[in-house]
């Protein structure tokens, strides 16, 4: 196990309980990294240009790794790439930010083809600013007169264009094919179900409950890197649930666009299911709403989301209804569960129901016959069958998507003009 300390500079005048928030996350984050942190420090001040802190808290550092024996050094925040040489080569180990430390984890639990591409875009949209930066420094010990700078530069930094070029468009392939899946799903008469939320918020731990399974949760950050999809039925409506990635605080514009064909996941569903931690205090809800509603408020296009209040167990009643009177707008349609123990799941099964794509009800008359019996068969495989009355008919009242009340009316009349005309 590696062992790490921990830098966050803050700025001044900043909100401390924020930046408390931000410390553990970043503790968090290189336990899921398999680190050890051996140290944290903090310093208060504007940015340096050549250290991020000030020159003599690296010196400061740079003796801390000797006495604490650790292997690197990771910044909460996002570092340049003249202040990672400047600060390892005062320090003598490795130095990575918080962002690098994200693609760590992500890149040791990319599995498939999708998660591996999507990891290596982030990689290289991470790398494409600093590129020029990155080759001066490469070369700084390399002979005089080797190749020219700038023709290296430009090659170096055309490559990376061209590797980001090309993993895009076979994302964008599994994009249309994930779309395309979705629209199949919906001739199915299935609806798509997401949970979405901060990390750790439980959403793992509550798609298990909902489904009745076991998939792998821990107490860690990023468990969930790639979606988990299972069917669940809601008062005979068929859903498939999906269980995503969750979201960081401050997560980047280009770590956030790497990751889009994961987040599709979300922006393809027809509800959303919300997920905090009720447990923390109202402004850490209050924060990390307003993270998740920024990540995905563009995409969803009035799709409904349910705020799932989990955890609901820790806290007492009176400490709810204070989280609940703070979160306010960003809040819609609340439910309060615990995964833990199923309290609430009758409500929030009651509530992903009524805001599931509305279907309509109807009722059709059928012949008395084999082909009569094979339509009611497939009615309630498409729809919710309430009743049926076998008399010199059968007769069918359903309640399906638009879709199949046209197609069940135009067996109907197809079958009403056959037999007229016999």
Same mark, same amino acid.
């Given at each position: 196990?590696?062992?790490?300390?921990?830098? +966050?500079?803050?700025?001044?005048?900043?909100?401390?309980?924020?930046?408390?928030?931000?410390?553990?996350?970043?503790?968090?984050?290189?336990?899921?990294?398999?680190?050890?942190?051996?140290?944290?420090?903090?310093?208060?001040?504007?940015?340096?240009?050549?250290? +991020?802190?000030?020159?003599?808290?690296?010196?400061?550092?740079?003796?801390?790794?000797?006495?604490?024996? @650790?292997?690197?050094?990771?910044?909460?925040?996002?570092?340049?790439?003249?202040?990672?040489y400047n600060i390892s080569e005062t320090c003598k180990c490795e130095v990575i930010d918080k962002f690098q430390l994200i693609l760590?984890?992500? @890149?040791?639990? &990319?599995?498939?083809?999708?998660?591996?591409?999507?990891?290596?875009? &982030?990689?290289? +949209?991470?790398?494409?600013? !600093?590129?020029?930066?990155?080759?001066? =420094?490469?070369?700084?010990?390399?002979?005089?007169?080797?190749?020219?700078?700038?023709?290296?530069?430009?090659?170096?930094? +055309?490559?990376? !264009?061209?590797?980001?070029?090309?993993?895009?468009?076979?994302?964008?392939?599994?994009?249309?094919?994930?779309e395309s899946l979705r629209v199949k799903r919906h001739e199915r008469g299935l609806s798509i179900v997401a949970l979405a939320g901060?990390?750790?918020?439980?959403?793992?731990?509550?798609?298990?409950?909902?489904?009745?399974?076991?998939?792998? %949760?821990e107490d860690m950050l990023f468990t969930t890197l790639l979606p988990i999809t299972r069917a669940l039925n809601i008062r005979e409506?068929? %859903?498939? =649930?999906?269980?995503?990635?969750?979201?960081?605080?401050?997560?980047?514009?280009?770590?956030?666009?790497?990751?889009?064909?994961?987040?599709?996941?979300?922006?393809?569903?027809?509800?959303?299911?919300?997920?905090?931690? @009720?447990?923390?205090?109202?402004?850490?809800?209050?924060? /990390?709403?307003?993270?998740?509603?920024?990540?995905?408020?563009?995409?969803?296009?009035?799709?409904?989301?349910?705020?799932?209040?989990?955890?609901?167990?820790?806290?007492?009643?009176?400490?709810?209804?204070?989280?609940?009177?703070?979160?306010?707008?960003?809040?819609?349609?609340? %439910?309060?569960?615990?995964?833990?123990?199923?309290?609430?799941?009758?409500?929030?099964?009651?509530?992903?129901?009524?805001?599931?794509? /509305?279907? /309509?009800?109807?009722?059709?008359?059928?012949?008395?016959?084999?082909?009569?019996?094979?339509?009611?068969?497939?009615?309630?495989?498409?729809?919710?069958?309430?009743?049926?009355?076998? !008399?010199?008919?059968?007769? %069918?009242?359903?309640?399906?998507?638009?879709?199949?009340?046209?197609?069940?009316?135009?067996?109907?009349?197809?079958?009403?003009?056959?037999?007229?005309?016999?």
């Open positions: 196990m590696k062992r790490a300390i921990l830098i +966050q500079r803050n700025e001044p005048k900043s909100d401390e309980s924020k930046n408390i928030r931000k410390l553990i996350e970043l503790q968090d984050l290189a336990r899921s990294a398999n680190y050890k942190v051996v140290g944290d420090v903090t310093q208060t001040r504007g940015t340096d240009r050549k250290y +991020q802190i000030g020159r003599g808290k690296v010196e400061e550092l740079a003796l801390m790794v000797e006495e604490l024996g @650790a292997d690197g050094i990771i910044f909460s925040n996002q570092l340049s790439t003249t202040q990672i760590e984890i992500f @890149a040791e639990r &990319a599995t498939t083809k999708r998660a591996k591409l999507q990891v290596e875009l &982030a990689k290289l +949209q991470y790398e494409l600013p !600093k590129a020029k930066a990155i080759v001066s =420094l490469l070369k700084k010990e390399e002979r005089p007169g080797f190749m020219g700078l700038g023709s290296y530069e430009d090659s170096y930094e +055309q490559d990376i !264009k061209s590797r980001i070029s090309r993993i895009r468009k076979e994302l964008a392939s599994v994009q249309k094919d994930n901060y990390t750790s918020a439980g959403k793992s731990t509550l798609f298990n409950a909902l489904v009745d399974e076991d998939v792998h %949760v409506r068929r %859903v498939l =649930l999906t269980d995503t990635v969750g979201f960081i605080e401050d997560l980047p514009h280009w770590m956030v666009d790497a990751f889009r064909s994961t987040l599709n996941e979300i922006f393809l569903a027809d509800v959303i299911l919300l997920v905090v931690d @009720a447990s923390e205090s109202p402004d850490i809800i209050r924060q /990390k709403l307003v993270t998740s509603h920024d990540t995905f408020w563009e995409q969803i296009e009035g799709v409904p989301i349910i705020t799932v209040l989990n955890k609901v167990d820790r806290i007492t009643e009176d400490e709810l209804q204070k989280r609940l009177e703070n979160v306010g707008y960003l809040a819609p349609n609340p %439910v309060t569960v615990s995964a833990k123990n199923g309290l609430g799941f009758d409500e929030l099964k009651m509530e992903i129901y009524r805001q599931l794509p /509305k279907w /309509k009800r109807d009722t059709v008359s059928l012949p008395m016959s084999e082909y009569g019996m094979s339509i009611v068969s497939w009615l309630f495989d498409e729809g919710i069958v309430h009743n049926i009355n076998y !008399k010199d008919r059968i007769i %069918v009242d359903f309640e399906a998507r638009d879709e199949i009340i046209k197609k069940a009316r135009g067996i109907e009349v197809k079958q009403d003009l056959k037999h007229s005309s016999t």
